[in-house]
């Protein structure tokens, strides 16, 4: 009798298994952790943030972990892609718009304000009427008598899709305009540091 041979096929390979922190890796790839996900996070500043580290090192990704804050996030070196450098963007740029810009200079501002004197929560949350009332005391402090945001409320929602904004409404239909909410998320504070608000609040004062 002969005996069953076990032939394997050589392309096809086994599956590999995937690493004890890929829920992790998949999350970070997704946007930003923040402590309040108490099970990302704890996972990350405990267990997996070398192993992490040295993962997305592989594929030119920076993990940036800030402890005092309580975020992190994935940041891409800011290189073109060419010959020497042949990786190309994973990381989307974040481009702003004047009215954008404004608006960030603004929510930047009070959230540091707000992380100075409170103590309850980190983020703040405005109303849309808050939002408004910042930026017509902004214009009047002016000298140019320009408006540059014309619809708040279209900013406010460009501005959310950037991530600086989570609006807290749940669908609620029966709020008016003014009466929406919004709270301003802390990960504002790793794309404008101090020294870039002070740069484009100059900016901004020049208009």
């Known amino acids: 009798m002969m005996q069953e041979l076990n032939h394997t096929d050589p392309s096809i390979a ?10 992790l890796a998949i999350r970070l790839l997704k946007g930003v952790v923040y402590e309040e996900e108490a099970r990302f996070w704890n996972d990350l500043v405990k267990i997996h943030e070398l192993p992490l ?3 997305f090192a592989q594929i030119g990704l920076d993990l940036i972990v ?3 804050e309580g975020f992190a ?6 290189q073109e892609e060419t010959e020497a450098n042949p990786l190309p963007r994973l990381m989307t740029r974040r481009s702003l718009t004047v009215d954008q810009s404004i608006l960030c200079v603004l929510l930047r501002e009070h959230l540091e304000d707000y992380t100075v004197n409170e103590s309850a929560s ?3 949350i405005l109303t849309l009427r808050d939002i408004r009332g910042m930026v017509e005391l902004f214009f009047r402090e002016r000298i140019t008598q320009q408006r540059f945001l014309k619809d708040v409320k279209k900013t406010v929602e460009d501005v959310k899709k950037q991530g600086f ?4 409404n749940s ?4 709020l008016n305009d003014d009466e929406l909410r919004y709270r301003v998320k802390r990960i504002l504070k790793a794309f404008i540091g101090p020294d870039e608000l002070q740069q ?3 900016q901004i004062a020049n208009l």
Request: glycine content about 2%.
């Open 122 to 124: 980190r983020e703040p």
């Open 200 to 202: 484009l609040a100059q």
């Open 171 to 174: 669908g609620d239909t029966n």
């Open 73 to 78: 996030y994935l940041r891409q070196a800011q």
């Open 165 to 168: 904004l989570e609006e807290l």
């Open 14 to 23: 086994p599956t590999a298994q995937p690493m004890s922190f890929a829920p």
């Open 53 to 55: 580290r040295r993962y």
């Open 66 to 68: 800030n402890r005092q």
